[in-house]
């Protein structure tokens, strides 16, 4: 099945950035009941809830912001700053001591998901392919879930033989990874896009 570069690179993209997260995840809540002053489950629920209201908050004024210009460069370079601050998270969890700390991590990673998100929605919806809308959503879905069980399976394994540091190192390096390869689209973005022009573009890759 023929996929576009596009595409195909955005779902590499988060098989990689799910994957990283998905490493740590099942023993995340050990981490802070163990490693973080007076850790405890509330402390993980407050973490949760910090990363959300961030987003949330954040998402609708960069959403429109970036719809403002209509080409394809702005929403690229916010896709790329949201995923820097997203990959620089677990790195920071390697220097949490305090519950403070977990709350102001949280808070980066809420604003990372803010820039990232809306901007890989956009430009994923503008070069879907035309008649396989259904199957491209659903191979990132797939990707995603992928990447997720893989890591998550491993991820215990990993923290009970080589400790926290090593699952938070190993899953920053995915992430980072992750948003290395959108920067291979950067010659199939598009200058300038119609106001609420959302269609499927041809592929640029030489050969096809």
């Known amino acids: 099945m023929k996929i576009n570069h596009v595409i195909k690179t955005l779902v590499i993209s988060d098989f990689f950035t799910n994957a990283g997260f998905s490493v740590f995840a099942p023993v995340f809540a050990i981490f802070v009941t163990k490693q973080i ?34 080409g394809e460069f702005d929403d690229f370079y916010s896709m790329i700053i ?33 820039f990232a998100i809306p901007p890989w929605y956009a430009i994923f919806s503008r070069h879907i392919d035309k008649l396989k809308e259904n199957v491209e959503w659903s191979l990132d879905s797939i990707s995603i879930g992928a990447g997720a069980a893989i890591m998550a399976a491993l991820g215990g394994v990993l923290a009970q033989k080589f400790g926290f540091n090593f699952v938070f190192i190993l899953g920053g390096a995915f992430v980072i990874f992750g948003v290395a390869q959108q920067f291979r689209i950067y010659r199939d973005l598009r ?7 959302v269609k499927p573009q041809l592929d640029k890759t030489p050969g096809n």
């Open 37 to 70: 002053e007076n850790g405890s489950l509330e402390i993980i629920g407050f973490a949760a809830a910090i990363f959300q209201i961030v987003k949330s908050v954040l998402q609708i004024p960069i959403s429109r912001f970036l719809d403002k210009d209509h």
């Open 82 to 114: 949201g995923g820097l601050l997203i990959a620089s998270v677990p790195f920071l969890y390697l220097f949490a001591s305090k519950p403070m700390h977990i709350y102001i991590i949280q808070g980066i990673y809420g604003a990372g998901a803010a």
């Open 191 to 197: 200058i300038k896009v119609g106001h609420g022009q």
